[in-house]
């Protein structure tokens, strides 16, 4: 299974990005998906979630109200991460992945209960 994350750059505080995960695996229509991101020193940590068919979200308290997570079911599914008034704080790199089975918020903000993983993209804000 691949997961191809893009749309990372460098912008400046209070910019605006849009990432973009990719996968044609099909098994994937039945999947959450979420978003991670790791800071240089730093654990990797939940961003937001999506539920397979795009009806639950769930948001870190450090990007509610400015990151916008969905998902597509298309033969191409597609997940985004709209991500507004970007701080310096956020520059990190931004994983997506996938988790199987019940839709659970303490489930879905673990890691480790993910499945899949895409390779990641790099987001830098500038001050």
């Known amino acids: 299974v691949q997961l191809q994350a893009s749309g990372g750059g460098l912008v400046q505080s209070g910019g605006s990005l849009r990432l973009s995960c990719a996968t044609s695996?099909?098994?994937?229509?039945?999947?959450?998906m979420g978003w991670f991101r790791q800071a240089p020193g730093k654990e990797r940590e939940f961003v937001a979630a999506?539920?397979?068919?795009?009806?639950?979200?769930?948001y870190a308290d450090s990007v509610k109200g400015r990151f916008t997570i969905s998902k597509n079911n298309t033969n191409v599914i597609m997940v985004y991460l709209q991500m507004m008034s970007l701080k310096p704080e956020d520059t990190a790199i931004y994983y997506c992945?996938?988790?199987?089975?019940?839709?659970?918020?303490?489930?879905?903000?673990?890691?480790?209960?993910?499945?899949?993983w895409g390779q990641g993209t790099q987001v830098t804000v500038s001050s």
């Open positions: 999506v539920s397979w068919g795009g009806g639950r979200t769930l």
């Open positions: 992945a996938a988790v199987g089975a019940n839709w659970e918020t303490t489930r879905v903000k673990m890691a480790n209960n993910y499945n899949y």
């Open positions: 695996e099909r098994a994937l229509q039945t999947y959450h």
